[in-house]
């Protein structure tokens, strides 16, 4: 199993029928979504960040809906991406109103994690995100 991060977009119609989700169930990995609620129950956010655990992601990359981030482990710097991707990281965190103020090769994905869990929720960090079997 490796585990891969994605933004993914909020599903469903918020009933018991069709409960609101991350549209990476669709694919019945093991995973685990913030998903940022309203005192009415309703997303506040179009998009959900998500990890998935999954032998194989493909189907998940090949997903125009969803945005696979880095495939990088938690710790790993963003010096391992090439330019190219560090610069479409960085674009996606300010498309998404994300303050990138010190985020540079040296950054940990950690430290990217925390500031779009913490976008959805204030009181997200990212070792409490796990998924269950």
């Known amino acids: 199993?490796?585990?891969r991060y994605y933004l993914?977009?909020?599903i469903g119609a918020g009933t018991m029928e069709d409960p609101y989700r991350a549209k990476v169930t669709a694919?019945?990995?093991n995973h685990s979504?913030?998903?940022?609620t309203g005192a009415d129950g309703h997303p506040t956010s179009a998009w959900a960040l998500c990890v998935v655990e999954a032998p194989d992601h493909t189907a998940l990359i090949a997903d125009s809906e969803l945005d696979?981030?880095?495939p990088l482990t938690i710790d790993e710097n963003l010096s391992r991406l090439s330019v190219g991707a560090r610069a479409v990281l960085l674009d996606k965190?300010?498309?998404?109103g994300i303050d990138i103020t010190g985020i540079d090769q040296d950054t940990t994905f950690r430290t990217v994690l925390r500031r779009l869990g913490q976008h959805l929720d204030a009181k997200f960090?990212?070792?409490r995100m796990s998924v269950s079997p």
């Open 93 to 96: 965190l300010t498309t998404l």
């Open 8 to 10: 993914a977009p909020i």
């Open 68 to 70: 696979a981030l880095p």
């Open 27 to 29: 694919y019945h990995v």
């Open 1 to 3: 199993m490796s585990r």
């Open 125 to 127: 960090h990212e070792d």
């Open 33 to 36: 979504a913030v998903i940022p």
